[in-house]
């Protein structure tokens, strides 16, 4: 196999001199010293010390070019599956069993409206995507002429070659998984079957209150990433019962989900074991994976200066989902990290400022139930008349046999997910930020060249989806909570699908003024958990006053001045914290009072006093090191179990059910509050919940005796698993599972790759740090298992295949260069493209 070539030092020191840098570099606090610019007219690519390309050219298309081309050379594999993932062409190279993936991927994008924004785009953007995919397409070129060395490995196992790229190739990887991953998410189909559920079980009236309880819009005591500008009012949110029937009685229609032909690994038996009598807890509905971020600003940063740390989750992969980058010239000087695939970098810093984000979970879809034309299924009703639904064809090609046609079908409003013609209805979802995609990524890009709040701000501000964006510079910080909303009908209910006759139309979009945003918090620090962005802010997830975020909060809020070790220390002290237990033990220890000291459950409830809340395994001998950790959950599992089971039909039970503990590697890649747990935590505050009560879960009995019942019953089951001598109640641990299999299930490399080791690590996929301060700018970062996935034919792999995985475990870091005196003065090679 080839890499790109070492350089002498006599060679480092001529380019160091072409680029007018010293040879030597300190390691950190170098300020920004201008724009980065090529040693000469062309594409030059200096890779450091941890294999990151920094790409010099001083045109765009070149730039891009150099970027493209770098990628390919670590993540061909990785990169051909994902542009595969997300234009629905897996079954051309994978077989038959993709098809269903194809269709459903198909069906929900519409190719067509990306290529019509892709074709309007002016000439110096476009440069940046064609750029980025001719640099894609001369690494393939090369690698196809010597395909015995440089083939990857995965290639020759699967039986294909990578095929060309185009530019609309580059984009539709962030138009599938940023606005389709990230933005296209809606509850209503669901929510309108918990409460068609919930009336038929309890009646109208108890049924709807039911349902305000378990699916409420908002809590006033959730905590918020922008503070509360006043103390948060003691009452609970109050919306009307009265839901409009037009709303609740529409069809129930099932959507099938999203295919996914490969599974996760099964649980050994002890974890089995534990699931079985924690079953109330394990109502997790698919992955749940997204991000924290924390910000100190000059007020409470030790300097003066500003800090960001950021763990984007997006599940742990192999390769990383994660790329590092540096690209300099033609307008650009950053460097990070970002998802694989983007030309966009959506973590790092440009020597002004530093940015990063999370998920914001935002309600940017609506589903409009299509009254159909009993007649003919194709038309639907609108405006008084009847319409016949657009249609478009796609040809899914099949490795091994004929290719399949599939017809999409969509409305006014947008693709349809769902049809009943016997019941006379069509789902179809309407989605606020169709039409933005490329304006969203290419807004992304340019904020990357923002050198103040205002300019980036303004970037913000073309972002369609639904994502928290950060900002920092040598002493400010500032949030936003970014995307397109819409202005519904006044009486729209937005928990539930409306009808698309016409009369409950969108009334526009908000202006950006509207989104929630600050500069400079009094409290002099920002944190998100992908919790709720500002007080009175509705959106798509139930937010709560028991919520993950309050882990960052306690930590930045009780320190008066922070280090960049400081802050980042509290990665290490939230990735194995158990974020159920701060809400529950003194109900539990209140629960025992009246039982004798010596009694097994005051005993259990002393356990749990004495553990330090941790999910850890110190001695790596593959399980907890403290038993309150088995006592919590199985203890959580039967109070979820007694306080909920017998009021929630089957259907909407095991939505509700979830406590949020991992069963096995696969289950999630970042725990949060269930909501099982939520609704326990509610139920036990009573009168001082923030939802109100309106359905008495205990029915009358003291609610301390319904948990010294179910932690009685809990102690059963571990005794039946472990014994009776509770210091033995150590069950095993969940290991990180780094995934051979993207996450929609596609392999991206071998299945022989996957990594499965140590103790599963509630963090980002990748976590970086970047602190502006007076001295000049410090960053580090960590995206295991490391910046390559190449993996030769004869399956030999490069020094930096998995060289963070230790850095991973260990919460350490390696340093981010940026100015080209660090990148000369720890460069590992050096490369002209042309």
């Known amino acids: ?156 196992d699967s039986g294909f070659d990578p095929s060309g790229w185009s530019g609309m190739d580059v984009v539709m990887i962030f138009v599938g998984t940023m606005a389709h991953r990230y933005s296209d998410g809606t509850q209503q189909l669901d929510n309108l079957a918990t409460l068609r559920d919930l009336v038929a079980r309890h009646g109208e009236r108890t049924g709807k209150a039911l349902f305000e309880q378990i699916v409420w819009r908002d809590d006033p005591k959730a905590p918020t990433t922008i503070p509360p500008s006043q103390p948060e009012e003691a009452g609970p949110a109050h919306f009307p019962l009265g839901i409009d029937p037009r709303q609740s009685e529409l069809p129930v229609v099932a959507v099938a989900p999203n295919p996914r032909s490969a599974t996760g690994p099964s649980m050994n038996p002890a974890e089995a074991m534990l699931a079985g009598f924690a079953a109330a807890g394990t109502g997790q509905q698919g992955p749940a994976r997204f991000s924290n971020a924390w910000l100190i600003g000059g007020a409470k940063s030790a300097s003066g200066g500003s800090i960001l740390v950021n763990g984007p989750q997006f599940g742990f992969f192999q390769p990383a989902y994660t790329y590092s980058i540096g690209l300099h010239g033609a307008g650009f000087d950053l460097v990070g990290n970002t998802p694989f695939g983007y030309p966009a970098v959506l973590f790092g810093h440009n020597g002004d400022i530093a940015w990063g984000s999370t998920a914001g979970l935002g309600a940017t879809v609506d589903l409009y139930a299509e009254r159909l034309n009993p007649d003919d299924s194709r038309e639907y009703s609108f405006d008084g008349a009847y319409r016949r639904m657009a249609e478009r064809t796609e040809i899914i090609a099949v490795r091994g046999q004929e290719p399949v046609e599939i017809t999409v079908r969509s409305t006014v409003h947008g693709p349809v997910i769902a049809s009943d013609p016997d019941a006379g209805v069509a789902y179809s979802k309407k989605r606020s930020w169709a039409g933005y995609e490329l304006d969203s990524l290419l807004g992304w890009i340019d904020s990357t060249r923002a050198r103040s709040w205002p300019a980036w701000l303004a970037q913000a501000a073309r972002n369609a989806t639904t994502i928290n964006w950060y900002y920092a510079d040598r002493g400010n910080i500032g949030y936003v909570h970014t995307g397109k909303y819409p202005r519904r009908h006044p009486a729209a209910d937005p928990r539930l699908p409306v009808p698309g006759t016409g009369e409950w139309e969108w009334r526009g979009l908000h202006p950006f003024s509207w989104n929630p945003k600050v500069f400079n918090p009094a409290q002099g620090y920002l944190a998100n958990w992908n919790n709720k962005p500002a007080p009175g802010y509705e959106g798509s997830e139930l937010w709560s006053s028991a919520d993950r975020v309050r882990e960052i909060d306690d930590l930045l809020r009780d320190r008066a001045e922070l280090t960049p070790q400081q802050a980042w220390d509290i990665i290490r002290e939230t990735s194995t914290v158990d974020v159920n237990a701060r809400y529950f033990r003194h109900h539990l220890r209140d629960s025992v009072a009246p039982m004798p000291e010596g009694s097994r459950e005051a005993r259990a409830v002393r356990l749990l006093e004495e553990w330090n809340g941790s999910h850890v395994d110190s001695d790596g001998d593959g399980r907890h090191d403290h038993p309150g950790a088995a006592i919590m959950r199985a203890w959580l599992g039967r109070m979820i179990e007694r306080t909920l089971a017998g009021d929630l039909p089957p259907a909407t039970y095991q939505r509700f059910s979830d406590s949020g503990y991992l069963d096995s590697p696969a289950d999630v890649a970042s725990v949060n509050v269930g909501s099982g747990t939520r609704l326990v935590h509610n139920a036990l505050l009573g009168p001082e919940s923030g ?49 051979s299999r993207n996450f929609v299930g596609v392999p991206q ?58 850095l991973f475990f260990d919460f350490s870091h390696k340093p981010v260069r940026f100015t080209h005196h660090e990148v000369l003065g720890h460069h590992e090679s050096i490369r002209r493209l042309r």
Do not use: C
Request: charge should be negative.
């Open 1 to 156: 196999m080839t890499h790109p070539r070492k350089v002498s030092r006599r060679t480092a020191l001529m380019a160091a001199a072409a680029l007018g840098a010293a040879p030597h570099a300190p390691a950190f606090g170098q300020t920004r010293a201008g724009q980065e610019r090529s040693p000469a007219p062309g594409i030059t690519v200096i890779r450091d010390d941890w294999g990151t390309p920094h790409v010099y050219a001083d045109t765009r298309r070149e730039l891009f070019f150099g970027y493209g081309y770098s990628i390919a050379e670590d993540r061909l594999f990785q990169l051909d599956m994902a542009r595969r993932s997300f234009t629905g062409r897996v079954a051309e190279v994978l077989g038959p069993d993709w098809i269903e993936h194809d269709r459903s991927v198909r069906s929900s994008a519409d190719q067509g409206s990306i290529r019509s924004q892709y074709d309007a785009l002016p000439h110096q953007e476009r440069d940046i995507f064609e750029g980025y995919a001719d640099g894609v397409n001369a690494h393939i070129d090369e690698v196809l002429a010597d395909r015995e060395s440089r083939l990857p490995k995965q290639y020759h």
């Open 691 to 739: 939802i109100a009560q309106h359905f008495d879960f205990f029915h009358g009995r003291d609610p301390l005796t319904v948990v010294r019942e179910a932690l009685s019953a809990a102690l059963d089951d571990l005794e039946a698993a472990f014994g009776p001598d509770m210091a033995a109640w150590l069950p095993p641990v969940v290991p990180t599972l780094f995934d």
């Open 749 to 806: 490399s071998g299945a022989d790759e996957a990594i499965e080791r140590g103790t599963f690590l509630n963090r980002g996929s990748e976590n970086n740090m970047i602190a502006l301060e007076p001295a000049g700018v410090t960053a580090v970062e960590v995206a295991a298992p490391g910046q390559s996935g190449f993996v030769a034919p004869d399956g030999s792999t490069t020094r930096h295949y998995r060289d963070q995985l230790p």
